[in-house]
């Protein structure tokens, strides 16, 4: 039960550390898998945006489609893989009420979202996955797939997958328009090499090619500032389909009445390189289906299995190497918040001792574990992983991180060079081993901070671990291994004196998350001779000033907390952390966000971080314990599905 107690520049920053790789000849060699996880930005509405933000362009592709679809005004409309809300919002504007968008960007649900409230719109929109989609069966009369938004995935089973759930969520009867690239005449028309001016500032210069099979066309686009230099090199691909090609894979799924409506091409003010969406095709089709029949539950209630540390243990995190009264507290202020979430039961395992033995005997009796024992099996946080290790082997379902996600985050070096390969800011710092003497020598300039690399809970740092000297760091160093035990690489970094951030997440980004209110650490009861940091006195000793260090709202620009937020879900799906994750940020002297590590199964305590940051967005602690079950529930029936 571990507590977890840009501005502009930044941003100008950002757009001037792009790696450019120079000439390439094989363009599909440099295509990631998932290239569309991180190419949906301010770049795409830049290079795109002679089509994706002209208004004329909507109006007139939103006045085909209803000419095509012929909806009535409360029908229910999805708008899949919808962007900025482009399509969505026309609708909304033309009188359709029932109206839904969903898309994998994080950036541009928030523009969406953002452009409908200003235009005092009432519409669903929603960051998500499209071979996952977190609606109900038989939820919508149409979908629309708009703006050539089809054939993303690296295999073609992919997008089948996308057109199964389309099927799910579609009434019976209902219909689907797919606007997409003519695949046919692209095969054969796409122009290998061009370049354009976007605006008066920046222009893009395109490379393209067939793949090796012919399926995909592969594509490169440099987008360059003419003061900034190079602000983006990115490789995409998109498969091509043949009317016959997407006919075949509609009528598989299931669909019928599948037309070939007409040829549209963009209008473009710029009129320049349109690539994907210079010519392409409308395909309509209706799903024949009978309405989905839900299956009555047999009990109310669903039963979770609590797995927690074990009281009777030794835990030598805690000052005293024991659980104490306050533990205890804690541990009925859970079982009180549970008690009030009335569509659970629960059951509490916490002797490690017969562990094995009581996960199998109460197997049948559970429909999954809330594991909230990070302290670890047998209170050895170095075991933390063991945990989820166990219930995978006994084929349990379980919240929280898998066994990967929490080795990986247990070590704070590894995470920041994770972090490096996706482009999130990190402090400066380097790793000094245990056999390392000459380790005064470094090119970090004072303060720096001395952390334990492997650990959570902030064992083995405290306010000596900061250092503004060679003497003090050389102390810092002796007090990490000796009074701490600590016998394992140590981390030094530097101090960063700006806003001590945190960053909750509860949910699954591919199916549905909340973001918390990001929280500050108020230092300003601290004497001024002490550094502000949120170390083991802050957490474990109550006659520390630094006991009384409060968590408040963070006050950050739009800009900086729309970047932080978007990069900690960048981490929760590249760790693969699941229901819910705290991420620890601090601002450097100019303000700019770096990251200082994740943690997947954070505290669940009352009075936790992740508590606060739920308070402060007005969810009690029994509602945000509902939702993390809720979101591990969610998790597993959508695995059921797939």
């Known amino acids: 039960?571990?507590?977890?107690?840009?501005?502009?520049?930044?941003?100008?920053?950002?757009?001037?550390?792009?790696?450019?790789?120079?000439?390439?000849?094989?363009?599909?060699?440099?295509?990631?898998?998932?290239?569309?996880?991180?190419?949906?930005?301010?770049?795409?509405?830049?290079?795109?945006?002679?089509?994706?933000?002209?208004?004329?362009?909507?109006?007139?592709?939103?006045?085909?489609?209803?000419?095509?679809?012929?909806?009535?005004?409360?029908?229910?409309?999805?708008?899949?893989?919808c962007g900025q809300g482009r399509h969505t919002i026309e609708l909304a504007k033309r009188g359709y009420k029932n109206i839904a968008g969903t898309d994998r960007s994080h950036y541009l649900i928030n523009r969406a979202k953002k452009l409908s409230e200003q235009a005092?719109?009432?519409?669903?929109?929603?960051?998500?996955?499209?071979?996952?989609?977190?609606?109900?069966?038989?939820?919508?009369?149409?979908?629309?797939?708009?703006?050539?938004?089809?054939?993303?995935?690296?295999?073609?089973?992919?997008?089948?997958?996308?057109?199964?759930?389309?099927?799910?969520?579609?009434?019976?009867?209902?219909?689907?328009?797919?606007?997409?690239?003519?695949?046919?005449?692209?095969?054969?028309?796409?122009?290998?090499?061009?370049?354009?001016?976007?605006?008066?500032?920046?222009?893009?210069?395109?490379?393209?090619?067939?793949?090796?099979?012919?399926?995909?066309?592969?594509?490169?686009?440099?987008?360059?500032?003419?003061?900034?230099?190079?602000?983006?090199?990115?490789?995409?691909?998109?498969?091509?389909?043949?009317?016959?090609?997407?006919?075949?894979?509609?009528?598989?799924?299931?669909?019928?009445?599948?037309?070939?409506?007409?040829?549209?091409?963009?209008?473009?003010?710029?009129?320049?390189?349109?690539?994907?969406?210079?010519?392409?095709?409308?395909?309509?089709?209706?799903?024949?289906?009978?309405?989905?029949?839900?299956?009555?539950?047999?009990?109310?209630?669903?039963?979770?299995?609590?797995?927690?540390?074990?009281?009777?243990?030794?835990?030598?995190?805690?000052?005293?190497?024991?659980?104490?009264?306050?533990?205890?507290?804690?541990?009925?202020?859970?079982?009180?918040?549970?008690?009030?979430?009335?569509?659970?039961?629960?059951i509490y395992l916490n002797n490690h001792d017969t562990l094995f033995k009581d996960l199998l005997k109460l197997k049948d009796k559970y429909s999954f574990v809330f594991n909230l024992c990070d302290e670890g099996f047998n209170n050895d946080p170095k075991k933390e992983l063991h945990i989820p290790a166990l219930l995978e082997m006994f084929g349990l379902n379980y919240s929280g991180g898998t066994p990967q996600c929490l080795s990986s985050c247990y070590d704070k070096s590894l995470i920041r060079g994770i972090a490096n390969e996706i482009e999130i800011p990190v402090a400066k710092a380097f790793i000094i081993k245990p056999d390392d003497i000459n380790f005064i020598d470094f090119s970090l300039n004072f303060p720096v901070i001395v952390k334990p690399n492997f650990g959570d809970s902030s064992y083995g740092i405290t306010t000596q671990n900061v250092c503004y000297d060679v003497g003090t760091f050389e102390n810092a160093i002796i007090q990490v291994r000796d009074k701490f035990g600590y016998n394992n690489p140590i981390l030094i970094e530097e101090f960063l004196t700006g806003k001590d951030l945190s960053v909750g997440i509860i949910g699954n980004p591919t199916i549905s998350y909340t973001a918390l209110p990001i929280i500050e650490e108020d230092y300003s009861s601290l004497p001024e001779d002490l550094p502000k940091i949120c170390g083991y006195e802050a957490k474990w000793d109550p006659s520390s000033p630094y006991w009384e260090i409060t968590s408040i709202k963070a006050n950050l620009t739009e800009d900086i907390e729309r970047f932080i937020i978007a990069s900690c879900l960048k981490l929760f799906e590249r760790l693969d952390c699941h229901d819910y994750a705290r991420f620890d940020w601090r601002l450097d002297s100019e303000g700019n966000p770096k990251l200082l590590e994740v943690n997947p199964n954070p505290g669940w305590c009352w009075d936790g971080h992740l508590s606060k940051m739920a308070k402060i967005a007005d969810i009690s602690y029994s509602k945000m314990l509902e939702m993390i079950l809720d979101s591990c529930r969610d998790r597993m029936e959508i695995i059921k599905r797939i």
């Open 1 to 81: 039960m571990k507590e977890d107690k840009a501005p502009k520049n930044k941003l100008k920053n950002q757009e001037t550390l792009v790696k450019v790789l120079g000439p390439v000849e094989d363009l599909e060699n440099y295509v990631k898998a998932d290239w569309w996880r991180y190419i949906f930005n301010a770049n795409y509405l830049r290079t795109d945006g002679d089509v994706v933000e002209d208004i004329e362009i909507t109006k007139y592709e939103v006045d085909i489609f209803l000419d095509i679809l012929k909806p009535n005004k409360d029908d229910s409309i999805l708008d899949l893989c």
């Open 120 to 346: 005092h719109l009432n519409i669903e929109f929603r960051e998500g996955d499209a071979r996952k989609l977190r609606f109900k069966n038989d939820r919508f009369d149409i979908i629309i797939i708009a703006g050539n938004s089809f054939g993303y995935f690296e295999s073609a089973n992919e997008d089948k997958r996308v057109l199964e759930e389309v099927k799910r969520v579609l009434k019976p009867d209902g219909k689907l328009l797919i606007d997409i690239t003519d695949g046919t005449y692209m095969r054969t028309h796409y122009t290998p090499r061009t370049w354009e001016w976007i605006d008066h500032n920046y222009f893009v210069c395109r490379e393209r090619s067939l793949s090796k099979n012919g399926e995909r066309l592969i594509s490169r686009e440099v987008v360059t500032h003419v003061t900034k230099g190079v602000v983006a090199d990115q490789f995409y691909a998109e498969r091509l389909y043949s009317f016959e090609e997407i006919f075949n894979i509609l009528n598989s799924v299931g669909f019928s009445n599948i037309v070939d409506n007409l040829k549209l091409s963009s209008n473009s003010k710029r009129n320049q390189d349109l690539g994907m969406m210079s010519k392409r095709i409308l395909i309509t089709a209706n799903i024949k289906k009978s309405p989905t029949v839900i299956k009555k539950s047999t009990t109310k209630r669903e039963t979770v299995l609590v797995l927690m540390g074990d009281p009777n243990k030794k835990d030598l995190i805690k000052p005293n190497s024991k659980f104490d009264d306050d533990d205890f507290y804690t541990i009925e202020e859970l079982k009180k918040a549970l008690s009030n979430i009335s569509k659970y039961d629960f």
